[in-house]
């Protein structure tokens, strides 16, 4: 990482997808463009199941990203601006699925 907080790689702001690996398995898959995330994130539990997903652009959360309780059911699902990243509704829900 540069001082910019640019993902770098020999020296240069890194354009691609990293992937990060606990144990031999994939636990998150990120897209860069010029060394900042951009375009659709993911991870994973050890055990594969989806822990969260959401899109970036120019380091910013756009759209609707959402987390998963390690026994699947949906955690929470955060609504973002398409223009500036806003936060604009939040919902969230317990282990068994219900309103919190």
Known sequence: MDLAQRLLY???PFTGEVEEYLG???VSLESYV??????PGREWYEDGSPESEMTVRKGRAVGVAKR????GVLAS???FSEDN???LAVRE???DG???
């Open 10 to 12: 020999r020296g240069r």
């Open 24 to 26: 031999g398995v994939r």
């Open 34 to 39: 010029d060394g900042l995330p951009d375009g």
């Open 68 to 71: 998963w309780h390690p026994n």
């Open 77 to 79: 699902e955060r609504v």
């Open 85 to 87: 990243g806003a936060l």
């Open 93 to 95: 829900w317990d282990e």
């Open 98 to 100: 219900l309103p919190t």
